[in-house]
């Protein structure tokens, strides 16, 4: 997650993403980091009838200071399922990994590469895993392990030789088909997506974290307040009432 300080873009100007595919798979770390920020943009590609399926690398059991772990697992698995819906999102798959102490390495690029053999997206969303956030905010250790494991995956995904024990024990089969990694939240977006009509979706989306937002104990929080605060300022970069900025990794040489 990230904390209601400036997360938008600070770009001057911005490129429109190329909508030119059917599915995508968003990979990130806990329940609510797609919300802070990205559902929107989520609820434009799923209303024009494409096929979007999300993946939780943790359930976000160590996010609510108040609930036991268990509990908490069980609360956040409920909000993120009925937040994706809300978006249109009807995919939800949570890996298991423990939340707050996830670890680059192996089992999550093993982890993730299964779920993109599964999916057989065209293109993968995933959070920023760079050192900061726009506006200089620190990162967090999940958000950076699990986008580098992501990076690592989409070219794992499609080496039959690596992780060939998933086309075996799983009957998977290799999937080298995701032309563009698109890191939401990024310092380095340079690419934009008009969600202006579908803003109000995103916010509904975010509110759906209910259970979480009220353990975060940030007075006076207003989901629609904070995306709007970041939206706007993309789309005054990007000529629109609301945007929502990506940076975009071509895993291709002609993408």
């Not at 299964?114 to 760079?130: D, F, K, L």
């Given at each position: ?71 908490s ?65 620190l ?61 109000d ?43 929502t900025?990506?940076?975009v ?7």
């Amino acid at each position: 997650m990230t904390t209601p300080e400036d997360a938008g873009s600070g770009s001057a100007a911005l490129t429109p993403l190329d909508e030119d595919w059917s599915t995508a798979l968003a990979v990130v770390a806990h329940p609510d980091d797609m919300e802070f920020g990205a559902a929107a943009a989520v609820a434009r590609w799923t209303g024009q009838g494409k096929r979007v399926a999300y993946v939780m690398v943790t359930s976000g059991e160590a996010g609510i200071d108040g609930l036991h772990p268990d509990e908490s697992r069980r609360v956040r698995e409920a909000e993120q399922i009925a937040s994706a819906r809300a978006v249109g999102v009807t995919e939800v798959e949570f890996l298991g990994f423990p939340d707050g102490v996830i670890e680059y390495g192996l089992p999550l690029r093993r982890a993730i590469a299964g779920a993109i053999r599964r999916h057989r997206p065209e293109v993968v969303v995933t959070g920023n895993y760079r050192e900061s956030f726009p506006g200089g905010m620190l990162n967090q250790a999940d958000h950076v392990a699990t986008g580098r494991a992501v990076v690592d995956a989409v070219r794992d995904a499609g080496n039959r030789w690596v992780f060939a024990d998933q086309l075996e024990a799983d009957g998977l089969e290799p999937w080298g088909g995701v032309r563009q990694v698109w890191v939401a939240g990024s310092p380095d977006a340079a690419h934009a997506v008009d969600v202006t009509a579908t803003f109000d979706a995103g916010v509904a989306s975010l509110r759906a974290h209910a259970a979480y937002l009220d353990g975060l104990g940030w007075d006076g929080f207003d989901p629609a307040e904070f995306l709007g605060g970041m939206t706007t300022k993309t789309g005054a970069a990007f000529g629109t009432r609301h945007a929502t900025a990506f940076e975009v990794l071509r895993m291709g040489w002609e993408d």
